[in-house]
T-cell receptor, first 109, second 116 residues
Framework: LAKTTQPISMDSYEGQEVNITCSHNNIATNDYITWYQQFPSQGPRFIIQGYKTKVTNEVASLFIPADRKSSTLSLPRVSLSDTAVYYCLVDDAGNMLTFGGGTRLMVKP | DGGITQSPKYLFRKEGQNVTLSCEQNLNHDAMYWYRQDPGQGLRLIYYSQIVNDFQKGDIAEGYSVSREKKESFPLTVTSAQKNPTAFYLC???????????????FGPGTRLTVL
């Protein structure tokens, strides 16, 4: 199983761009990279998924270099409501998702 | 509204009692999952099912049991054999790989179980 490593926590201020980097050195050819967001006492929510290069949706962007050994989630102009835990996952065979500890993002006013 | 529901939101039980957590989905998903989350930790997979009447153990299945008699329902029983059952339990569902390249899991609101 491909394992992911991401920072335990990050602080930011309202209106700033936040970039959370995740490393996944053992990613397999068929694996996708997926990011989830979790607020306290709620289930995680899908944010974005990608395979290579750049993916953008209304919430975030995901940058994946050519070797795919890392990825960066970019949140533009964060607000207080973006304070949450962000999980980077590699979608391995068999539909299993392995959630690590995630990155706790604290957005300050 | 389409979605996944869990009940109850909070559950209290005495030590030594079995307890069953409900999970229902109307998303027509084939796969369903149960996770456990402890404070400050990530999610750990307990059991999963990709088709009715079939399920597989996850990373921490000991002390838990499940059934999948209907596509929409995947109840989890926390037995007295589970040594430390107090936790936040999350149920999720998804399509099965092969139908799409994506594997987005949709999560329920969770059940917080406290064993006294």
């Amino acid at each position: 199983l491909a394992k992911t490593t991401q920072p335990i926590s990050m602080d930011s201020y309202e209106g700033q761009e936040v970039n959370i980097t995740c490393s996944h050195n053992n990613i397999a050819t068929n694996d996708y990279i997926t990011w989830y967001q979790q607020f306290p006492s709620q289930g995680p929510r899908f944010i974005i998924q990608g395979y290579k290069t750049k993916v953008t949706n209304e919430v975030a962007s995901l940058f994946i270099p050519a070797d795919r050994k890392s990825s960066t989630l970019s949140l533009p102009r964060v607000s207080l409501s973006d304070t949450a835990v962000y999980y980077c996952l590699v979608d391995d065979a068999g539909n299993m998702l392995t959630f690590g500890g995630g990155t706790r993002l604290m957005v300050k006013p | 509204d389409g979605g996944i529901t869990q009940s109850p939101k909070y559950l209290f039980r005495k030590e030594g009692q079995n307890v069953t957590l409900s999970c229902e989905q109307n998303l027509n998903h084939d796969a369903m999952y149960w996770y456990r989350q402890d404070p400050g930790q990530g999610l750990r997979l307990i059991y999963y099912s990709q088709i009715v009447n079939d399920f597989q153990k996850g990373d921490i299945a000991e002390g838990y049991s499940v059934s999948r008699e209907k596509k929409e329902s995947f109840p989890l029983t926390v037995t007295s054999a589970q040594k430390n059952p107090t936790a936040f339990y999350l149920c999720a569902s998804s399509i099965v790989r092969g139908q799409s390249s994506y594997n987005e899991q949709f999560f329920g609101p969770g059940t917080r179980l406290t064993v006294l």
